[in-house]
């Protein structure tokens, strides 16, 4: 039988020893929303304004839930008489309701914005929800599962990469863990129907990921039937380990940080920035600490409950594919060996990166070198694209060409293999390197731009931690992220499958893409694309700034006119 103590003893150790890794990828989950959004939430609420004269805060709307966006899209007032069943529903199954759609909230605010104006609106509007449910369903849940996968690889040694993140998205893996985690949401929410059910079910499919990471060739019927076995006489003390978290590592650390940052804010006449600055030191704390501290024990949970399966002899325990997961590995020192001296034959799907022969400290040519440029170019554009979309609910060809590329996304990315090779075996250092590189070349471009041409293509004034709005955190950090997916990952992928090419046709695709290059190069120095969506942002900062004056200005009119 488990103890918590000694649970979260051992979890804490296991993080602690792989600390860089494990938070790097709790980071991933946040960003993308497949786990941990809430510790992350801090860099989008993040109140600018406290930090700006008041002639330069501009007005925001006000973020709606999606529940609330769902009513307003159907034309739908809850609270008008005419719906009492929506009235009911407002307020039992909201909270439900945005909590289970969090990984679409874009895709709901995209809806909002678009207002349906046209058949256009309708099939991108369409086409990004299909998109989200598609990303969400087949690759966020096989993410989550990796995730899974890394913990219990770092229960048994060290050394580990994140490249185990990947391993449920070798041929045909990824599609089975998909449907394991899509019938266990499925699940979840008809459950959820139940309100009661709900929670009680939230803990006995818990073991589902775990399953699936180890064996994600199991059949996703039996991992619902072996996680209700597992968890059967554990849930409470499962909901008790919870608590203790929440009271301890989010409640009181969140209750202080906000209280002392009142008091600083009532002292220093700063209230709103002191009680921003301690939002974000909470979410740092999760960020940096509580998310990989949780993970690790509940990785250790698994381990324990899984003993505990092959100790009764259960014939689901077949399912259990990879001896060295067991419950006793923790209690000696982890085999402190490279990746490519660990053998475990056995377990049929071990290290995704090895398998696939992807060499981080691979050579790239020069012909390699242009055709991954243009890559990662038309990559960023595709991104851009897919993000004002989302964001604004209208497709725009962003950036200063014409063309389907935006360069600091291929200058970027070449740099980085072509400068950082040295920092590749140090995955944090090529984060932070990357972040620093890529800043530069973002903050000179931009500069560089609106000195030649008197145009900003991107403005991040308000951001958290923005520099003369050309740079901010955010974007540095998904920079970062960005490259090290590029180093370990898309680059020798695509150069691998690049090598594969013929000199002769490396050289023909090199030719014509530069040349259509230059071509759109020169082109655009004199007829450079802009316009809505595009360099519009000066315009809508002096709007802004004109309506935050409008109530002033008219207040000031009516004073004149009482005091004739």
């Not at 309100?195 to 006995?204: A, H, N, T």
């Not at 978290?245 to 009532?266: D, K, N, Q, R």
């Amino acid at each position: 039988m488990w103890q918590r103590k000694e649970l979260k003893r051992r979890g804490k150790r296991q993080f602690l020893r792989n600390w860089a890794a494990t938070v790097a990828v709790c980071f991933i989950l946040a960003f993308t929303g497949a786990e941990f959004a809430g510790s992350a939430d801090f860099i989008g609420q993040f109140d600018p304004s406290a930090m700006l004269p008041d002639d330069q805060v501009a007005i925001q709307a006000v973020s709606l839930s999606n529940w609330e966006l769902l009513l307003e899209w159907l034309r739908i007032d809850p609270m008008d008489g005419t719906h009492p069943m929506w009235a009911a529903a407002d307020q039992s199954l909201a909270p439900a309701f945005d909590t289970l759609t969090a990984p679409f909230s874009a895709f709901f605010a995209l809806l909002e914005r678009s207002r349906f104006a046209g058949w256009l609106d309708i099939a991108l509007a369409a086409l990004g929800i299909a998109g989200g449910l598609w990303f969400t369903i087949w690759v966020l849940s096989a993410v989550s599962v990796g995730a899974r996968r890394f913990l219990l690889e770092s229960r048994v040694r060290d050394n580990i990469s994140i490249a185990a993140m990947f391993t449920p998205f070798q041929h045909g893996c990824w599609r089975n863990v998909a449907k394991g985690m899509f019938l266990r949401s499925l699940f979840l929410l008809l459950w959820a129907c139940t309100i009661v059910g709900f929670p009680v079910k939230l803990y006995s499919y818990r073991m589902v990921p775990y399953i699936l990471a180890e064996n994600p060739q199991a059949r996703p019927a039996e991992t619902l039937r072996l996680s209700r076995q597992m968890m059967r006489g554990n849930k409470w003390r499962c909901f008790v380990l919870d608590l203790t978290f929440y009271l301890h590592w989010t409640f009181l650390p969140l209750l202080a940080s906000t209280v002392l940052g009142t008091a600083i804010g009532l002292a220093t006449g700063d209230v709103a920035l002191c009680q921003s600055l301690a939002a974000a030191a909470a979410g740092l704390l999760s960020l940096l600490f509580v998310n990989g501290y949780r993970s690790a024990t509940d990785a250790g949970l698994y381990a324990a409950l899984r003993q505990a399966q092959l100790d009764a002899g259960t014939p689901l325990s077949a399912l259990f594919v990879v001896p060295a997961f067991g419950e006793t590995a923790p209690a000696g020192e982890k085999p402190r060996l490279p990746d490519a001296d660990v053998r475990l034959p056995e377990d049929p799907v071990f290290h995704y990166a090895q398998r696939h022969k992807l060499d981080y400290n691979r050579h790239y040519g020069l012909r390699t070198l242009i055709l991954l440029f243009f890559t990662f170019a038309f990559i960023g554009w595709v991104w851009e694209v897919a993000l004002h979309i989302v964001t604004k609910g209208m497709f725009v060809n962003r950036g200063t060409m014409l063309g389907p590329w935006l360069p600091i996304y291929g200058a970027g990315g070449a740099l980085v293999l072509l400068l950082l090779k040295k920092l590749f075996t140090r995955p944090v250092a090529t984060f932070l390197v990357s972040m620093v590189l890529c800043s530069v070349i973002e903050y000179f471009s931009s500069w560089y731009l609106e000195v030649t041409k008197g145009i900003r293509w991107w403005d991040y004034s308000g951001y958290f931690m923005n520099l003369n709005g050309r740079i901010c955190l955010e974007g540095a950090v998904i920079f970062g992220l960005g490259c090290c997916a590029v180093v370990y990952f898309a680059g020798p992928l695509l150069g691998g499958l690049l090598d594969r090419l013929s000199p002769a046709r490396q050289n023909t695709l090199c030719a014509v893409l530069l040349t259509l290059f230059v071509a759109d190069l020169a082109y655009s120095h004199f007829h450079p694309n802009a316009g809505e969506g595009i360099t519009d942002y000066n315009d809508w900062q002096q709007d802004a700034a004109r309506d935050a004056l409008l109530p002033e200005a008219a207040n000031d009119s009516v004073t004149a006119i009482l005091s004739e």
